[in-house]
């Protein structure tokens, strides 16, 4: 077998390797590599240059090499930092009662919330959730989404939150796409829980965290800060265990009031994120941190709420990264490329502010740096767009999918 793999000529590669992972960038702030070639070994990237430059400087006995035909361009693989695509049923009804203007408390008296999921996961079984997730991560990598975070949260159970983190860990074995898993078993507190909503967050510390470390089904946890969820101050004691625990931290933070933001802040979390209700006080305070910011448009067009500020964000010096919060219930669409265009149109974010969000700032919101950028020593995840400019991509808005989806140096979707 041959030890490298070399693709192109590309008509033009963006890199993302010498931008910012804080405040907003420009368009021509770009690099962007015309002619490219890119150079694999193994998984990952081991050069990137002109076609021309790594085909004259390599052993071509050493080297397959993979010619483009026809015009395209390189983007790195798309990251969607936040998810719940591990679940049973629908909540079709929700939707069609929320726009018939029925309120959240409505919707939840008859029957759906977030708890109509959680009875419909419950009553999956395993191998129907693993199914689930590897059919929706699967879907998610033919556009281009190379890593997928993927909550639980809808078994808010020790039994049930295990089964859903199983789920999860089972598909991430199945998939081509990376899985990165998150225990929400704080999103709510269970309506069949004897005891208060501190009572509970004490049960899942003590009696799921170690076998979440035992079983290597997560290292990041979550909480939902919010009015009809968990207090800041509940959710702050919660964390820091947590975080003493050794476990990253994100949090579900101001999505309909504030509170969230403050305490990501105060127990240096990961990201925080929806923040969907944010002022100019919590901007200020998330810039100023080390906290990535991740807008959830999904959310708020399946809502029909406002945007996450996110220009007030990046012009604040922020670090802002985009998801889909591909979810049954208020985000249902799961298209990470056409809501982080649609984000962008409204809240005037450059196409390059857009790419950064579900690339490399999107990575550093799961705490990973081993890719999102196309530069040497990085993952071989990388998108191929038939067109021969960037700016077609977000142009179509997410109606032009890639060609061609590599992941860790192999192929994993052509059309």
Request: hydrophobic share 40%; net charge negative; with cysteine.
């Amino acid at each position: 077998m041959k030890k490298y793999k070399l693709i192109g000529p590309i008509t033009q590669l963006v890199s993302m390797g010498d931008l910012s992972i804080k405040g907003p960038l420009k368009d021509e702030d770009i690099h962007i590599i015309k002619d490219a070639g890119i150079l694999i070994e193994g998984e990952q990237i081991k050069a990137i240059d002109t076609f021309k430059n790594l085909k004259d400087n390599i052993a071509l006995s050493d080297t397959t090499i993979i010619e483009l035909n026809e015009g395209y361009v390189a983007t790195p693989g798309f990251i969607d930092a936040h998810t719940h695509i591990c679940f049973s049923g629908s909540r079709a009804r929700d939707y069609a009662m929320r726009n018939a203007g029925k309120s959240y408390l409505e919707i939840a008296e008859n029957g759906g919330g977030i708890w109509d999921t959680v009875l419909k996961t419950r009553n999956a079984n395993l191998e129907e959730l693993t199914h689930n997730t590897i059919k929706r991560a699967n879907h998610l990598l033919e556009n281009g989404i190379t890593t997928v975070e993927v909550k639980s949260g809808y078994g808010l159970s020790i039994d049930e939150e295990l089964k859903m983190l199983r789920a999860i860990k089972n598909a991430n074995e199945t998939t081509k796409a990376d899985l990165i898993s998150t225990c929400l078993a704080a999103h709510m507190l269970p309506k069949d829980f004897d005891g208060n909503h501190l009572d509970y967050l004490t049960k899942i510390t003590n009696s799921l965290f170690p076998i979440l470390k035992e079983e290597n089904l997560s290292n990041r946890i979550d909480i939902f800060v919010e009015k009809g969820a968990f207090l800041p101050s509940d959710a702050e004691l919660y964390l820091k265990n947590a975080k003493n625990m050794g476990f990253d931290i994100t949090i579900h933070a101001d999505q309909f009031s504030t509170g969230g933001s403050e305490v990501a802040v105060t127990v240096e979390a990961i990201s925080a994120d929806h923040l969907e209700a944010s002022t100019e006080e919590e901007i200020k305070i998330l810039a100023q941190s080390n906290v990535i910011s991740v807008a959830l448009p999904g959310a708020s067009i399946g809502l029909g709420c406002s945007f996450t500020p996110a220009r007030k964000i990046l012009d604040a010096e922020g670090a802002l990264a985009i998801a889909s919060d591909w979810n049954p219930g208020s985000a249902p669409m799961g298209d990470l490329l056409t809501q982080a265009c649609i984000l962008g149109t409204f809240e005037k974010l450059s196409n390059t502010e857009v790419l950064a969000g579900i690339t490399y700032r999107a990575a550093a919101a799961l705490n990973l740096s081993d890719r999102g950028r196309l530069i040497p020593n990085m993952l071989a995840d990388f998108n191929l767009f038939q067109t021969n400019d960037v700016n077609e991509i977000f142009y179509h808005q997410g109606k032009l999918t890639p060609t061609q989806v590599w992941k860790n140096g192999e192929i994993v979707y052509k059309k």
